[in-house]
């Protein structure tokens, strides 16, 4: 595993993350249109999201992936911090999740692989992940990539609707009741964008019927 400056990821890197993500904002739909598995994933924060990472992990190398790569999106993160990585997939489960502080990605490298605004994305440009501060991720790729992924995350489809419960309570928070997400012009458009009209459609409804009776 090694960092990349940011002359080297414009050069290596770059071309496959956009091959998965056309731009950096999670919450504006960022998916190529060549990405046609799509799914939104929650909690992907820290430790939380280890299954969708190990999933993830077996997934990329049954796809014939070597590597990934990792890159803090550019909100807080001045260029001249190191905030891209390459790690080979033999080596990605121990440096994120293993228990031996010299193998760990962070202390190994100075990059923090666990922050929220990142991507991990293949470094053939096959799939990608992307998280956000709210705690949710965009992951992508073949819909074989997102059905392997699915199998082995059982709640995989259910995830999106933590997702609305964390957007309730952030306007609970905010004094908004009812705290009525749909609202958020940026929540049907994301929806839309990785689910369909159709799919969007029908969860936005049951937002609304669940507002209804509180």
């Given at each position: 595993?090694?960092?990349?400056?940011?002359?080297?990821?414009?050069?290596?890197?770059?071309?496959?993350?956009?091959?998965?993500?056309?731009?950096?904002?999670?919450?504006?739909?960022?998916?190529?249109?060549?990405?046609?598995?799509?799914?939104?994933?929650?909690?992907?924060?820290?430790?939380?999201?280890?299954?969708?990472?190990?999933?993830?992990?077996?997934?990329?190398?049954?796809?014939?992936?070597?590597?990934?790569?990792?890159?803090?999106?550019?909100?807080?993160?001045?260029?001249?911090?190191?905030?891209?990585?390459?790690?080979?997939?033999?080596?990605?489960?121990?440096?994120?999740?293993?228990?031996?502080?010299?193998?760990?990605?962070?202390?190994?490298?100075?990059?923090?692989?666990?922050?929220?605004?990142?991507?991990?994305?293949?470094?053939?440009?096959?799939?990608?992940?992307?998280?956000?501060?709210?705690?949710?991720?965009?992951?992508?790729?073949?819909?074989?990539?997102?059905?392997?992924?699915?199998?082995?995350?059982?709640?995989?489809?259910?995830?999106?609707?933590?997702?609305?419960?964390?957007?309730?309570?952030?306007?609970?928070?905010?004094?908004?009741?009812?705290?009525?997400?749909?609202?958020?012009?940026?929540?049907?458009?994301?929806?839309?964008?990785?689910y369909g009209a159709e799919v969007a459609e029908k969860l936005?409804?049951?937002?609304?019927?669940?507002?209804?009776?509180m």
């Amino acid at each position: 595993m090694h960092t990349l400056t940011e002359d080297e990821f414009h050069l290596e890197a770059e071309p496959f993350l956009r091959k998965i993500f056309v731009h950096d904002n999670p919450f504006n739909e960022p998916f190529s249109s060549q990405v046609i598995g799509r799914t939104i994933i929650y909690p992907c924060e820290d430790e939380n999201d280890l299954l969708i990472i190990q999933a993830l992990i077996n997934a990329a190398l049954n796809l014939g992936d070597t590597g990934c790569y990792i890159s803090l999106l550019p909100t807080g993160y001045p260029s001249d911090n190191l905030c891209h990585c390459y790690i080979p997939l033999s080596e990605f489960l121990e440096g994120y999740a293993g228990t031996e502080e010299d193998q760990l990605i962070g202390p190994r490298l100075g990059i923090n692989p666990y922050t929220s605004d990142s991507a991990i994305y293949s470094s053939q440009g096959k799939w990608g992940l992307m998280r956000s501060h709210e705690g949710h991720g965009l992951l992508g790729g073949s819909l074989e990539f997102i059905e392997e992924i699915r199998g082995s995350v059982p709640d995989l489809d259910k995830q999106v609707y933590g997702f609305f419960e964390r957007l309730r309570l952030l306007l609970w928070d905010c004094g908004v009741n009812p705290p009525d997400i749909t609202r958020n012009k940026w929540l049907p458009m994301l929806l839309t964008h990785v689910y369909g009209a159709e799919v969007a459609e029908k969860l936005l409804e049951e937002e609304t019927r669940l507002l209804e009776r509180m």
